[in-house]
């Protein structure tokens, strides 16, 4: 089955450090989304990208769809306390009856 | 407001009892998922719904129990065969427009003891 390397697993930094975060895969997407969880909480949708090149920026967050369609990257830039989560990525294929495939997260702790 | 609702937000059970988790959605949305999450884990996909009164197994579908008698609901037993079923639950539901996001619910915790 489809499957996604999500790296780094964690990381610990400074407020005001920029993250970066990404995905691969041995399979091609359609679509890219990156969430954030918090403790306790479900995933809230961050970004959603649609178009292999595609790069899409909500606040201080920024992502690409890859050029290969089997890679995204997730940035954060003028990290602060509130950005501490678990960040997901998910790649979604038209021919996988509209299912997610999951990466493992990458656990963000800011030290402020 | 539109949005996906699961209860109780933790429940507890005894072991050897069924239990019924609770998901509801009025974002008209046709795919709703479930998905266990365990701690320090990603999501695995329990069962998943694409339209009423249809659905199939995720892959970890052995000592669940799902139904969908109407589009707003999917509700997901968690049997006393499933091995090990203390977890936190996720509920998912997608539309069916190009742009298809998947978006979830806050989730339950179950805890059996």
């Known amino acids: 089955g489809q499957q996604l390397n999500q790296s780094p697993q964690s990381m610990f930094i400074q407020e005001g450090e920029d993250v970066s975060m990404n995905c691969t895969s041995s399979?091609?997407?359609?679509?890219w989304l990156w969430y954030k969880q918090d403790p306790g909480e479900g995933p809230v949708l961050l970004i959603a990208?649609?178009?292999?090149?595609e790069l899409t920026s909500n606040g201080r967050l920024t992502a690409q769809f890859g050029i290969t369609r089997k890679d995204s990257f997730l940035n954060i830039s003028a990290s602060i306390p509130s950005d501490v989560g678990i960040y997901f990525c998910?790649?979604?294929?038209?021919?996988?009856?509209?299912?997610?495939?999951f990466g493992d997260g990458t656990t963000l702790t800011v030290k402020p | 407001d539109g949005g996906i609702t699961q209860s109780p937000k933790y429940l507890f059970r005894k072991e050897g009892q069924n239990v019924t988790l609770s998901c509801e959605q009025n974002?008209?949305?046709?795919?709703m998922y479930w998905y266990r999450q365990d701690p320090g884990q990603g999501l695995r996909l329990i069962y998943y719904?694409?339209?009423?009164?249809?659905?199939q197994k995720g892959d970890i579908a052995e000592g669940y129990s799902v139904s969908r008698e109407k589009k707003e609901s999917f509700p997901l037993t968690v049997t006393s065969a499933q091995k090990n079923p203390t977890a936190f639950y996720l509920c998912?539901?997608?539309?069916?427009?190009?742009?298809?996001?998947?978006?979830f619910g806050p989730g339950t915790r179950l805890t059996v003891l």
């Open positions: 719904s694409q339209i009423v009164n249809d659905f």
């Open positions: 998910a790649g979604r294929s038209n021919t996988n009856a509209g299912k997610s495939t």
């Open positions: 990208l649609y178009k292999a090149g």
């Open positions: 998912a539901s997608t539309g069916d427009s190009t742009y298809n996001e998947q978006f």
């Open positions: 399979s091609i997407f359609n679509t």
């Open positions: 974002l008209n949305h046709d795919a």
